[in-house]
């Protein structure tokens, strides 16, 4: 696999691998970076669609990404997702995917003509005082030594920032401004997650830092993301002939592993307990007793175990020729849902399930395969909600319209991005986009998400955790900070709105803090027939916690183990375009020149003699240009 840029690989069509034909593929879950390393084996690995087998646990595809109305519960979101332009991957696939609505075009060319006809931008980014502007315009209220705390977390070595929190490199210059408010909302960060994460978001995005106050920099879907991304997908994978296997859930996958130092012996172990976890470390003692340089090589899937929808436990013995893609982990694993009248469940002693369980299992095979404790052993410092508001009728839509400046009946965007509640205790905000949501959705009906970064504090209306709250009660949290009169809340949220709760235990454990080593390679070094995929596997460069990553990790599972002789698009290259990063400085200090900040005389000094030495040439017009002098 090798990473390319252009046009030239872009549109070109790669040749048959050699081989194809006499392969299959088993994919655990059906999250977007699972589909998407099906979709990868149809299209450009051309593998036989029958040869493909995808495994999911629940009755539904989409992960994370789901969306749908459950009978006796209502219209549940459990996430959204923002996207951008330099989504490499994600476009290049779905150029190719045709959309449900019309099967005539792609699913990026609904996506492109309807953000070009419907822009997204806010007009309201941030309330205060139950709903009133927070008057933030769009600054981002930097002082010099915030913005060089910042400056410094950009310039500082991965290596330095392996296992540390946010906290160690900013103090409340940062944490207090609007630029923390915006950053932690939109992304949900917490002030003791990753600070390494920090530093790639800013890398990764250093070509919208202008576009955080107003959104103005995203993209989003006409409906849910389940029925815009994931059905299309599902869809042209059953069309080529993909076999799904759902209520099917995979316990552990077991490997031959060969150390580097020999030809052999191999390393193998059976069975799904904490028994041949136990085993296999005992093994690894005793080959690092015997040899202490020694190093893993040659790495074999050999079976994978699995319960299926009756309730069986089976296995499937692999062979070099059946390929395996493995989505280890999860962020909405342990989910728990609640409803108007119920609270979602929260249990401060909550075990690791699902993907967790498999991922510990087999990382205890081999140390290249990551160490899932690092991600899923906090869950007090990965979790937070969300809930879906579903207003019944009209009555709540003037609040809404007050806000967000527009009538979000039209379809069109509505408040474009999070408006998010500045003095609210849980740190609440919420978002409409393009109404409605779901297809089958009343024209009446408004769906709207809301989050909560905080639910273990007490409300500011209903003096409750949001944990401990019923849909209904969450409602009222959410209307009482939009200003509707307090006399009138309650009637609202129990007569013309139904409110579903979720809570995600694990929604942020990847930005929890890690070194390297902590997430495997998609394909690790050794590996002959697995990769891993999604938010837990490491790719170069690319931030978690997007759909571009998910989708990256599938495309480079595909190219390697397939061998498909065409580039994978590399990530956007805006860190290293010097425009970006002059607009992106400039911006982060409101739009005032380097010239404005407070230097001593030495150091006013040596920058005007700096500035002076380059004229004649043309940086001092770029540094102009973008308002950098």
Known sequence: ???????????????????????????????????????????????????????????????????????????????????????????????????????????LDEYYWLNKDDPNYSLCRATNNRGQDAGTDGKFGLSDKASMEIMKLFFTPDEELYDKPITDYFDDEVLNSNFWMYWRTMFAFENWHSALEMKLYIKRFIHHIGGLPDFSALRFTRYNQYESMILPMVHYLERAGVQFHFNTKVDNIEFDIADSRTSGPKRSFTGTGQDTILRIQQAEQARDARNPYSTPNRKQAKRIILTDGRGQMQSIDLTEDDLVFITNGGCVENSTMGSQTTPAGWDPQIKPGGGWDMWRRIAAQDKSFGNPDTFCSDPDKSKWMSATVTTLDGAIAPYIQKICKRDPYTGRVVTGGIVTCTDSSWLMSWTLNRQQQFKDQPKNQLCVWVYGLFPDKPGDFVNKPMSECTGEEICEEWLYHMGVPVNQIHGLAHDHANTVPVMMPYITAFFMPRSAGDRPDVVPDGAVNFAFLGQFAETPRDTIFTTEYSMRTGMEAVYTLCDVDRGVPEVWGSVYDVRNLLNATVKLRDGKPITEMKLNFIEKTVLNKVIKKLGGTDIPTLLKRYGVI
Not at 1 to 7: E, L, P, V, W
Not at 11 to 31: E, L, M, Q, R, V
Not at 47 to 52: Q, V
């Open 1 to 107: 696999m090798y990473y390319s840029n252009g046009n030239y690989e872009a549109f070109a069509t790669p040749k048959k691998p050699s081989g194809i034909d006499h392969k299959s593929a088993y994919i655990i879950g059906t999250g977007l970076a699972a589909l998407s390393a099906a979709c990868y084996l149809v299209r450009d690995a051309q593998m036989p669609g029958d040869h493909i087998h995808i495994f999911e646990k629940d009755a539904v595809a989409g992960g994370a990404c789901d969306g749908r109305d459950i009978p006796g519960v209502g219209y549940v979101m459990r996430g959204g997702r923002e996207m951008d332009n330099h989504f490499e991957v994600m476009w290049d696939l779905f150029r190719s995917i045709p959309s449900d609505d019309d099967p005539d075009v792609s699913v």
